[in-house]
């Protein structure tokens, strides 16, 4: 009984999550294009039988870690930062947070290639639209216009998305800013409005970088 047992374990298909995560990893590295059955198969040590038993097609697969990328980075950000009372302490732990998330900054330059891919445009859109939303949002919290808010939450995602456009076509140039943390530090305190007078914004050591 022992022996049917393993025997059972070892033939079940790797899970459905596993071939989205092996997914995501190939398009961070190498773009949507990039992801095929076979090499991931190779990659995840299965056969093909494997996919097929979670997803019909290529597409699908694409699609679903499509969709756990804007599930993770976009709907679940308000989750996670929205509780934050303090708007700018909320826009400064949003800011270290977005750069330092090396991995799914990548995904999203990844994408930013392939904006015009129909499989890829209404997850970029949809993601794009909530984060600039919760960081305008956070900036009219602070007593700004709208017209203001929405500048500098434009400017904070134009710097997001440049800083990892170029980690993706030229690293090198990236590497040469070896403290990471200041240049975020640099960029919250040009874009964040400082507290009045009399007021702290006393918080995490990552408030305070």
């Not at 494997?50 to 697969?61: A, G, I, N, V």
């Not at 909320?90 to 900054?105: I, Q, S, T």
């Not at 134009?158 to 990236?174: D, H, I, N």
Request: net charge positive; with cysteine; glycine share 6%.
């Amino acid at each position: 009984m022992t022996s049917a047992k393993k025997i059972s374990r070892i033939a079940m298909p790797l899970s459905r999550e596993a071939w989205v995560k092996a997914a995501s990893r190939l398009i961070a590295q190498e773009g949507v294009q990039a992801v095929a059955v076979e090499p991931l198969a190779l990659v995840l040590g299965v056969t093909k039988g494997s996919f097929y038993w979670h997803f019909k097609t290529r597409d699908e697969l694409i699609h679903a870690a499509l969709e756990a990328w804007e599930q993770d980075q976009s709907a679940d950000v308000v989750s996670r930062y929205g509780g934050i009372a303090d708007p700018r302490r909320r826009l400064r732990v949003l800011l270290f947070a977005a750069f330092e998330d090396l991995e799914n900054g990548k995904f999203f330059a990844a994408l930013a290639v392939s904006s015009q891919d129909p499989r890829v445009q209404p997850y970029l859109r949809r993601a794009t639209e909530r984060r600039l939303a919760f960081g305008i949002e956070a900036f009219q919290a602070l007593g700004l216009s709208e017209a203001e808010a929405r500048g500098r939450a434009l400017l904070a995602y134009a710097a997001y998305a440049g800083y990892f456009q170029l980690l993706r076509t030229t690293p090198e140039v990236v590497r040469a800013v070896t403290d990471l943390s200041g240049y975020v530090r640099r960029l919250a305190d040009a874009l964040v409005p400082a507290p009045k007078r009399g007021r702290s914004c006393a918080g995490s050591p990552i408030v305070r970088r």
